[in-house]
């Protein structure tokens, strides 16, 4: 079982930063691939990033490709979001997922595990 707890979200002005954080319990975290999502008020929930347990690897959603940059910490157990050039429509709840050994099955939206998420709020 893994959980996780993500924060760091708030409100920001446009063109500002916010660094979001996922920590996650449990001593098999170098065997998860992570992921971030969101979800927008009236929206489905949408991938935003993803990085592989294995390589390293990182992949973005097109909407946030060149501004956001995720990241981990293996020693740390935490994965993290940084948000930069932020724009209004990226205000929403960030999940945190985790999937065992498996990017693509966070990128498809089917990890194994969520988050409670966190607000972020970007103001024009």
């Known amino acids: 079982q893994v959980q996780l707890v993500e924060s760091g979200g708030g409100l920001v002005q446009a063109g500002g930063s916010l660094g979001l954080s996922c920590a996650a319990s449990?001593?098999?975290?170098?065997?998860?691939?992570m992921g971030w999502f969101r979800q927008a008020p009236g929206k489905e929930r949408e991938f935003v990033a993803v990085?592989?347990?294995?390589?390293?690897?990182?992949y973005y959603a097109d909407s946030v490709k060149g501004r956001f940059t995720i990241s981990r910490d293996n020693a740390k157990n935490t994965v993290y979001l940084q948000m930069n050039s932020l724009k209004p429509e990226d205000t929403a709840v960030y999940y945190c997922?985790?999937?065992?050994?498996?990017?693509?099955?966070?990128?498809?939206?089917?990890?194994?595990?969520w988050g409670q998420g966190t607000q972020v709020t970007v103001s024009s």
């Open positions: 990085i592989s347990w294995s390589t390293g690897a990182t």
């Open positions: 449990g001593r098999t975290f170098t065997s998860y691939s």
């Open positions: 997922a985790a999937a065992l050994q498996s990017s693509h099955a966070v990128e498809v939206g089917t990890p194994d595990y």
